[in-house]
């Protein structure tokens, strides 16, 4: 879906037909480094900043993947100290969902100046007005886009607030995919790690019976099923592997009595609506 801003958004925008090519890029990117690099395209191309940041949590027991364009946190207990004093996170805990917020509505600026997050993490970088973009899944916090902006470029507008609003499903759409990519990818590592463990011979065969997957227990039995003990040692098993041809004709033969119906939690229907 492309985006439109409206006739007072566009007034906003530093370069409407760069803000286009930025999220035609961003809506290509698979990567995290990738939508990093996109992201700053296109927050850059909408509204001036003076920098922003980016993090990201694929799973909530893992640390997060913080970006940051100035400023970066110089060790871990610099950001767990970030964490801990941020007005943000405070307000993120107690309002799941919320996309669009804009630091100014949730802490007074006398309140803000006056504290330890200020002192430490922003003024020291000219920093004055903050906003950000937040993602979740349910009510697990996924990540956020942050944007900063010096004294001098003021506090973000309602009418910018409003076009943040509108750019956040552009944002979200893709943040989703990379990370439901990365939770695919390590759910698949995990499993392929738990069963290259395991000292049971574990073969995995698609439906035409090639092989798709194969532990170290399964290479060194078939070496010894195919070659004998003697020679299994004289050669290396997993380029010599092959499936012995008993486990292949099982297989097969059990493919060839596989009836779906069997296996499904409903019946399975031809396209005119007869059933199979």
């Known amino acids: ?48 900043l003076d920098f922003i940041c980016l993090c990201l949590r694929p799973f909530v027991l893992m640390h997060s993947t913080v970006f940051r364009e100035r400023a970066p946190f110089e060790s871990d207990e ?82 910018e607030m409003e076009f943040l609003a509108r750019l956040h499903s552009q944002f979200d759409m893709v943040v989703q995919r990379i990370l439901s990519l990365h939770r695919e990818r390590a759910v698949r590592l995990s499993l392929e790690r738990l069963l290259g463990s395991i000292p049971i011979a574990t073969l995995l065969l698609d439906w035409e019976l090639k092989v798709t997957y194969r532990n170290p227990s399964a290479v060194e039995l078939c070496g010894l099923w195919n070659l004998g003990p003697e020679s299994a040692r004289m050669f290396n098993c997993a380029d010599e592997f092959r499936v012995p041809p008993e486990v292949i004709d099982y297989c097969a033969e059990f493919k060839s009595h596989w009836n779906p119906c069997h296996n499904r939690g409903s019946p399975l229907v031809a396209a005119g609506g007869a059933w199979i």
């Open 78 to 159: 610099e950001f767990r100290l970030f964490q801990q004093t941020s007005p943000l996170n405070v307000f993120l805990a107690s309002h799941p969902r919320a996309r669009v917020v804009r630091l100014s509505d949730i802490v007074p600026s006398d309140e803000l100046t006056g504290g330890e997050f200020f002192r430490r993490f922003m003024q020291p970088f000219g920093e004055r007005y903050f906003a950000c973009l937040c993602f979740w899944h349910s009510d697990s916090f996924q990540g956020m886009i942050g944007l900063h902006r010096t004294p001098d470029q003021g506090d973000f507008t309602d009418a």
């Open 1 to 48: 879906m492309r985006f439109k801003p409206s006739h007072a958004q566009l007034l906003l925008l530093r370069d409407p037909k760069e803000l286009d090519r930025a999220l035609l890029d961003l809506n290509a990117v698979q990567e995290v480094q990738d939508f990093w690099r996109a992201a700053r395209h296109v927050a850059h191309a909408a509204l001036p």
